[in-house]
């Protein structure tokens, strides 16, 4: 039976600004003494099944994936390539990501090019972005294969035309997202070593921006390599470089200070008009070892959310981004969303290429790799994540 005096209630607008201050109180409440540091899911303007945190949840059967294949897109990478390379399990492709309370769709190839016809999104970051932007072609292969158009040969600069559309797709090669210099190509662990300008910013992708609409910010596994950080052009510290009468210093004390400087760029920019969309980190999942030292990812189920908690240098690197991501939307000078992908990403140490990234006699610099995922795999979900936050985003402009 409807009582009359809810019926009343709801339909006032007066009341329903009331509720939707009420919510949103609570959920700032809730960010500041919540440990998984809520993100903006852009609440404040639905109170009705749209409002949903899409960050949190499980895993669940996915029967109908994975919606291609490594015969269907030509846009994965080798090491990427799981099947080719044997991998003798499907079931990593089967799982879709399923939020508390809510539905997250599958990424629809046509829908989101609609919405980016006469458009533009820019990956900036490391190879774990390129992933992303490697499932994102895959997924749009089913409609269209775009026009490479990029300007430059240097595979980490490229840039792609779906005519159909005016869609353009970039992807800018940053790994530390600030300016940097190779020091050694070798190094004591084989990775190299890097001397880190903390507080300058990288211009070849903060010169480059302001024509995107959506641009995509990530980085995170180059801060496990041997790093000497800069400030003021002075030496301030390092990471694991063992050089004497310098501060060792923890390797998210860099990852913090990169984001601020990165996203201080961005709101430095009076022409960019765009939307950043900031990535969390997502963790790797190497047991028995680290990469070079016999660690493997060879799982083949996702964990459920009470098997596996974030904690460690993990927790350490998703708190400093969402920090420095709040202080940065405080400013209100540009417009920046958080892509929290970590806590669905913890959850699927079964996605990772391990072994099947190459063939057993090769030899590579990563045997196993439990950093980067198959193609296809988990990190599809990003996309449905993107898709959803895009069209949360058209509603607000």
């Not at 940097?180 to 070849?204: C, Q, T, W």
Request: charge should be neutral; include cysteine; charged fraction near 25%.
């Amino acid at each position: 039976m409807e009582l009359p005096f809810w019926k009343n209630f709801i339909t006032s607008q007066k009341t329903q600004r009331i509720l939707i201050l009420i919510i949103a109180l609570t959920l700032t409440i809730f960010h500041f003494y919540h440990p998984s540091y809520v993100t903006n899911i852009l609440i404040p303007y639905q109170v009705h099944e749209k409002y949903c945190d899409i960050f949190r949840g499980e895993w669940v059967p996915n029967p109908n994936g994975p919606y291609y294949t490594n015969n269907t897109c030509r846009e994965i990478h080798e090491h990427q390539n799981c099947m080719k390379y044997g991998r003798p399990d499907a079931d990593f492709m089967k799982w879709r990501w399923k939020p508390k309370g809510c539905e997250l769709p599958i990424f629809n190839p046509y829908e989101f090019l609609d919405m980016m016809r006469n458009k533009s999104l820019a990956f900036v970051g490391d190879s774990v972005g390129r992933n992303q932007m490697q499932s994102l072609i895959c997924f749009l292969s089913q409609v269209e294969h775009p026009l490479d158009i990029s300007t430059t040969p240097d595979s980490n600069f490229k840039r792609w035309k779906y005519t159909t559309y005016n869609f353009t797709l970039a992807t800018y090669w940053s790994p530390f997202l600030v300016r940097m210099e190779e020091a050694d190509s070798d190094g004591p662990r084989h990775d190299g070593v890097f001397n880190i300008y903390l507080d300058e910013f990288d211009k070849n992708w903060t010169c480059q921006i302001n024509e995107f609409n959506y641009v995509i910010l990530n980085s995170g596994h180059w801060f496990s390599r041997l790093s000497v950080y800069y400030e003021k052009n002075q030496q301030v510290g390092c990471w694991r470089c063992g050089l004497k009468n310098i501060t060792q210093l923890p390797n998210h004390y860099g990852y913090k200070r990169v984001f601020k400087t990165a996203l201080k760029a961005i709101n430095s920019l009076e022409n960019f008009k765009g939307t950043t969309f900031v990535r969390t980190f997502a963790p790797s999942h190497f047991e028995g070892g680290e990469w070079n030292t016999g660690g493997k990812c060879l799982r083949k189920r996702p964990f459920t959310s009470n098997e596996k908690t974030l904690e460690g240098l993990d927790l350490e690197f998703y708190k400093s981004q969402v920090e420095e991501f709040r202080e940065a939307e405080k400013e209100g000078k540009k417009r920046f969303r958080l892509m929290d992908i970590t806590q669905a990403m913890l959850l699927r140490p079964d996605g990772h290429p391990s072994r099947y990234g190459h063939w057993p006699n090769e030899k590579v610099v990563m045997y196993n790799d439990c950093v980067h995922w198959c193609l296809p795999g988990p990190i599809d979900s990003w996309n449905d994540f993107l898709l959803y936050m895009l069209k949360i985003e058209q509603e607000i402009l």
